[in-house]
């Protein structure tokens, strides 16, 4: 199984991304990225619940159309980058046709449901933001699609970023065995994108991160790789983490989970080798570099 997959190489119908059931082994979540300055992208009414947003660009302009319903116009304004702080998002249930124009690179996160949810759109202001962990396991995290926070059928998403030289992810943790009210089982997607430092002016023409990922039972899995700009990494089960930032690098990641437990929440098993890291948070501050705004 393959489950690194760099810049470029799921480009499929017009986006530049396409994670969906057709790759092997993948069956609970999926995602898209595309441009759609000069050009329009559409997705049709199928079992997948949706959430939108503009990646960067000025904002994107979704049509949607519920079945049995009549067609609903959405803008959402767009950031400057990633990295520069949430932007609006728009979530659809499943048996939802979409059509996305406007000015930006567009990410879609999608899950197979059930269950009918309400239309939301999420502006950037209401958007949760939180900086977890501390001293240079700091990172920030955009809490939009936690149960929490939006009222989704399957999935769980959220959006992180990691300064110049923290670390996510950490201590390495799983959720690949169903433990009622201990541990979720569900796969899940990081989607990359890399920059030079905030506030650097030394350039940096490589802006690069880690992503670690290795076996919890006898599933085989091992993954130490080298990220940037549009790579995509897929977590089937087995411990992962750190998700690192190089020095001189940020590094931004979405995460779409889903699975198939019969509740929608997010449990996690820390690795017990590296348990003991969430105990030296208390005694340090959180990175003061956190949060990014616009």
């Given at each position: 199984m393959t489950w690194f997959y760099p810049k470029?190489?799921?480009?499929?119908?017009?986006?530049?991304?396409?994670?969906?059931?057709?790759?092997?082994?993948?069956?609970?979540?999926?995602?898209?990225?595309?441009?759609?300055?000069?050009?329009?992208?559409?997705?049709?009414?199928?079992?997948?619940?949706?959430?939108?947003?503009?990646?960067?660009?000025?904002?994107?302009?979704?049509?949607?159309?519920?079945?049995?319903?009549?067609?609903?116009k959405v803008e959402l304004a767009g950031r400057e980058s990633v990295f520069h702080g949430p932007a609006d998002l728009l979530y659809v249930p499943l048996n939802t046709e979409v059509k996305?124009?406007?000015?930006?690179?567009a990410l879609v996160g999608e899950a197979p449901a059930k269950n009918s949810k309400p239309a939301r759109k999420i502006t950037k202001d209401e958007v949760p933001v939180f900086v977890r962990g501390a001293g240079r396991e700091s990172r920030q995290v955009h809490n939009f699609g936690v149960p929490e926070t939006l009222d989704a059928d399957r999935f769980i998403v959220v959006e992180v970023i990691v300064p110049s030289g923290n670390w996510s992810g950490i201590p390495p943790h799983k959720h690949d065995t169903f433990i009622d009210g201990v541990e979720s089982n569900l796969e899940e997607i990081y989607y990359f994108e890399t920059a030079q430092t905030r506030g650097s002016n030394t350039p940096n023409n490589d802006p690069t991160g880690l992503l670690r990922v290795y076996a919890s039972d006898e599933r085989p899995i091992d993954l130490l790789e080298e990220v940037r700009s549009g790579d995509v990494g897929l977590v089937p089960y087995g411990w992962h983490g750190p998700a690192s930032a190089v020095p001189g690098s940020d590094l931004y990641f979405f995460n779409i989970m889903a699975g198939p437990d019969p509740d929608r929440s997010w449990n996690i098993t820390d690795d017990p080798n590296h348990a003991w890291i969430r105990d030296t948070w208390h005694h340090q501050d959180p990175d003061p570099r956190l949060p990014y705004k616009a």
């Open positions: 470029g190489t799921l480009a499929k119908g017009g986006w530049d991304v396409v994670v969906d059931n057709t790759l092997p082994g993948w069956q609970h979540t999926g995602l898209r990225v595309g441009t759609v300055s000069g050009k329009s992208l559409e997705l049709e009414a199928n079992n997948n619940e949706r959430i939108i947003f503009a990646l960067e660009g000025k904002g994107l302009t979704v049509d949607y159309r519920i079945a049995g319903e009549q067609w609903v996305i124009s406007g000015d930006g690179r």
